[in-house]
């Protein structure tokens, strides 16, 4: 079956319904949320009316909330411990989203790794790893998904060794996992149009079971780049023909895929994007036709 979304909004006002009612609208059937602004930590009061009528929206449309993602804000960085303070409120801000996801019902919450910005990868990985076993307890049960990166700056998580390390220090292996960024993985030097031998590596090193979603993203550099800029499917160096054998690759099927591509004009092209993919037929002029 094909679990395909996007990024939604999730605002103070309409909360999960709002982001439900969005993706319906773009055709999809599983979708992605931040429980509020993804630059901050402003986080709004959980409205257990709209929560209700949101899951039976979901019901009603045939979306399997178990599939349905949320993103931890950019800001957390569990990599970095230089200020103390900093870091804590990175570890107490996200142990305040998996309870936040407990009482949203979400059983996959996506996490990028962190930045070690000059105290190098292995104490970055030390640092990520006491974090998250700070965090991940048996309180909730919910799974962080490890996000790989394109390796700007000083990201860490850019390779499948640095996924690996971190994973293997983590205690609650049941509450750990991989979200695959095909932007990033392209940014980060793995090449997409070979993607069986990229899960190939995963699942030699820590197991393909561990990846739990998928970002669904062209990129606007080339391989290697370690830029991180989305691109619109099909219009990046990665192309259209590779993200549907992304997409639809077998070993995945059950694993929701999320496109968080740019917005053109203020317009989402998700419904677009999603129509071109169910169809697997691609729309060069789509951007000049539709805006
Ligand atoms: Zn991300
Ligand atoms: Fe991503
Ligand atoms: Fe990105």
Known sequence: ???????????????????????????????MFYTGAPQNTVRSKIDLNKLNEAKQLMIDNNIDYSKVIVHAPYIINLANNKEEDKYNFSIRFLQDELERCSILGISNIVLHPGSHVG???????????NALNIVLD??????????????????????I?????????????????????????????????????????????????????????????????????????????IGFDNLISVIYNERLSEIPKILETPYINDNALYKLEIEQIKNKKFNPNLKEEIF
């Open 138 to 159: 048996n309180s909730y049960n919910i799974r962080i998904l490890l996000e790989t990166m394109a390796g700007k700056g000083t990201e860490v998580g850019r390779t």
């Open 119 to 129: 105290l190098g990868v292995d104490t970055a990985i030390k640092n990520i790893i």
């Open 1 to 31: 079956m094909l679990y395909i979304g996007s990024h939604v909004s999730y605002t103070k006002d309409d909360q999960l319904l709002g982001a439900v009612k969005e993706s319906i609208s773009y055709g999809a059937n599983t979708f």
């Open 161 to 237: 060794d640095e996924i690996k390390e971190i994973i293997d220090g983590v205690k609650y292996k049941e509450k750990i996992g991989i979200c695959l960024d095909t932007c990033h993985l392209n940014d980060a030097g793995y090449d997409i149009s070979n993607f069986d031998s990229i899960l190939d590596e995963i699942d030699n090193k820590i197991g393909i079971e561990y990846v739990k979603c998928v970002h669904v993203n062209d990129s606007k550099n080339p391989r290697e780049s370690h830029k991180d800029r989305h691109e619109n499917i099909g219009f990046g160096t």
